[in-house]
T-cell receptor, first 113, second 116 residues
Framework: AQSVTQLGSHVSVSEGALVLLRCNYS??????LFWYVQYPNQGLQLLLK??????LVKGINGFEAEFKKSETSFHLTKPSAHMSDAAEYFC???????????FGSGTRLQVQP | EAGVAQSPRYKIIEKRQSVAFWCNPI?????LYWYQQILGQGPKLLIQ????????DSQLPKDRFSAERLKGVDSTLKIQPAKLEDSAVYLC??????????????FGPGTRLLVL
């Protein structure tokens, strides 16, 4: 069964520093991979998605992620953190028969001034 | 374009009571999903509809949870009777066409349920 592991439930960075949120997946078929962001008391918003077109995917708000099949990873990065990036980030996978998403447990990003 | 609407936003009930949540997806979206998000965890699919038919309800606790999408548009999710472990945020999402794997799902703000 497909699954997602997000390493680090909490990540803290300084404003202007690099953001790196880790995601590893497991899937028996070529996966589709997603990153969603959730602000407090709000639903999830799509940041970016990988659908096999290009391994480096650019998303909204300056985020990007690289699909690495050999490492079964889809890490999320942003060169320079902004205070407004503080939120919870979820990696998700689909592709194994079921159409719905399988989510990781999330990483809470804290940005220090 | 209006997003996915959910109501109520918050609900507090006592165990063994019943509760219902409502979702109106984005206009024209054929596929509708209900997810349960327990504090500290990622969302978990409860049920997926395509139009008014059920695609996947394998993780729905059918002894107490039920859901319907009668006219292929809005949907209700019901819990009867509620248990303490049902305390969670219930998220509704929709996608445009067939619910294909690569389609973007659009999420509503969720209903936060507390069972005492």
């Amino acid at each position: 069964a497909q699954s997602v592991t997000q390493l680090g439930s909490h990540v803290s960075v300084s404003e202007g520093a690099l953001v790196l949120l880790r995601c590893n997946y497991s899937s028996s078929v070529p996966p589709y991979l997603f990153w969603y962001v959730q602000y407090p008391n709000q639903g999830l918003q799509l940041l970016l998605k990988y659908t096999s077109a290009a391994t480096l995917v650019k998303g909204i708000n300056g985020f990007e992620a690289e699909f690495k099949k050999s490492e079964t990873s889809f890490h999320l990065t942003k060169p320079s953190a902004h205070m407004s990036d503080a939120a919870e980030y979820f990696c998700a996978v689909s592709g194994e028969g079921r159409r719905a998403l399988t989510f990781g447990s999330g990483t809470r990003l804290q940005v220090q001034p | 374009e209006a997003g996915v609407a959910q109501s109520p936003r918050y609900k507090i009930i006592e165990k063994r009571q019943s509760v219902a949540f409502w979702c109106n997806p984005i206009s024209g979206h054929a596929t509708l999903y209900w997810y349960q998000q327990i504090l500290g965890q990622g969302p978990k699919l409860l049920i997926q509809f395509q139009n008014n038919g059920v695609v996947d309800d394998s993780q729905l606790p059918k002894d107490r949870f039920s859901a319907e999408r009668l006219k292929g548009v809005d949907s209700t999710l019901k819990i009867q009777p509620a248990k303490l472990e049902d305390s969670a945020v219930y998220l509704c999402a929709s996608s445009l066409i067939s619910g294909a794997n690569q389609e973007t799902q659009y999420f509503g703000p969720g209903t936060r349920l507390l069972v005492l």
